[in-house]
């Protein structure tokens, strides 16, 4: 997970979510899915402790050609 090319994941706060998706624009379903046995989640889960279906997670991609690219995933079941 430490690797340079794992991007940084984090988990956003509950009440963080709905000022993102309406930045976005989008709603909590349109967003792309991550699996809750995602080894980077599943590490988050370490931290945090456990991370029910429909949290998001912030992806941070670091790029030397795009600088810093920012997306979201909402977790979902096995």
Do not use: F, W
Not at 5 to 12: A, N
Not at 54 to 66: D, H, L
Request: aromatic share 2%; glycine share 8%.
């Amino acid at each position: 997970m430490e690797h340079r090319l794992v991007p940084e994941h984090h988990l956003v706060l509950e009440k963080e979510e709905g000022k993102i998706l309406n930045g976005l624009k989008v709603h909590k379903d349109q967003l792309p899915k991550i699996h809750r046995n995602d080894p980077c989640v599943q590490l988050l889960e370490r931290k945090h402790g456990p991370i029910e279906e429909g949290r998001v997670i912030r992806i941070v991609r670091i790029s030397e050609t795009s600088g810093v690219s920012v997306a979201y995933r909402l977790v979902v079941g096995r």
